[in-house]
């Protein structure tokens, strides 16, 4: 099975049993950024993630949330931030695209304001790497030694079809949980079974990330517990923004979108999987046959199935008295 139809078929089981967040493909490096992409990851709720839910759908930008914008008094956007004018400008007008920023212009200038406290809403962070055959295993070992050292996430795991010897489990870093993701004839009929157990990582204090492996010795970079909270808090908001059906379905007869676990997923009857329209799927394919594209509303699945929401409340409220007057 290709690994994008083993990581579709993944995540469609995984939402049905958990109630926090999956996304996939998102970069899980901080001193080397994209570095590291986690195929995927589980975030779980916090005591707060309704007033997230609140707030917008949209991923809110850490330079927003990180910014000296209050919920009180609107203050002139540029004094609110400290990293680069260019950065600065592209997450004031994010956030106020999204709703996480209201404004209003006082002579020529634009006042900006949050409209809501950023809550508490995440809590354990999960990373998911992908090899269904581990004879072909590519860069895993690295990359789960770097998973293991830097601890962003709170556990890493790995979910796998093949046989598990001891000699796997010996390669890969002793924290690591090792799922073996047993499939039924039918898309989507998964059943799990937890092979090892992962260990927590110290997400709390710092982490080493290695950036190069050299003959005798390997370059690093030391994140420190700062670093790694916010690093940590972009990949939650990330995952609340984008989710796991990031995927299109093919403009192909062959294509039979199929609900696994109560998730569309784009199966392909001629490959007898599920495919990415991208790559997998054109006249260049012997089962190709054009067809019309599918209506498929994916992100009103998601809103049905999840606790993400498609259309929030808001908390957008008009300014009055003095405040819009400066």
């Not at 090899?131 to 990359?143: M, V």
Request: glycine share 8%; charged share 30%; aromatic share 8%.
């Amino acid at each position: 099975m290709s690994e994008f139809a083993f990581e579709l078929e993944l995540c469609a089981h995984l939402e049905s049993r958990v109630e926090g967040i999956l996304s996939r493909q998102l970069g899980a490096s901080v001193a080397d950024p994209g570095g590291r992409i986690l195929d995927v990851v589980c975030v779980d709720s916090g005591p707060e993630f309704s007033e997230r839910t609140a707030i917008t759908n949209e991923t809110i930008p850490d330079a927003a949330i990180e910014s000296a914008v209050g919920t009180g008094r609107a203050r002139y956007w540029k004094d609110a931030f400290s990293c680069h004018p260019d950065q600065a400008r592209r997450a004031m007008e994010r956030a106020c695209e999204i709703g996480f920023f209201e404004s209003e212009r006082r002579n020529g200038r634009e006042y900006v304001r949050q409209v809501a406290r950023y809550p508490d809403w995440y809590d354990r962070i999960v990373g998911i790497e992908n090899k269904p055959d581990l004879g072909r295993p590519g860069d895993l070992e690295a990359q789960l030694r770097t998973d293991a050292s830097l601890a962003l996430v709170d556990e890493i795991v790995l979910a796998t079809e093949s046989y598990v010897t001891r000699a796997h489990l010996h390669r890969i870093p002793d924290s690591v949980g090792v799922w073996r993701v047993h499939r039924d004839d039918d898309p989507g009929e998964l059943e799990i079974e937890e092979i090892r157990e992962a260990t927590p990582l110290s997400v709390d204090g710092s982490g080493i990330e290695p950036l190069a492996y050299r003959p005798g010795r390997t370059e690093i970079a030391v994140v420190s517990a700062e670093e790694k909270a916010r690093a940590r808090r972009r990949l939650a908001e990330r995952s609340y923004g984008k989710g796991w059906r990031t995927y299109d379905f093919p403009a192909c007869d062959s294509c039979s979108p199929t609900t696994a676990s109560g998730s569309t997923l784009p199966f392909c009857a001629w490959a007898g999987r599920a495919v990415h329209s991208d790559s997998e799927c054109g006249p260049s394919c012997p089962g190709y046959d054009p067809a019309p594209d599918p209506a498929i509303d994916l992100e009103a699945e998601r809103d049905r199935r999840t606790r993400w929401c498609r259309e929030p409340e808001g908390k957008r409220r008009r300014q009055s008295g003095l405040d819009r007057f400066g």
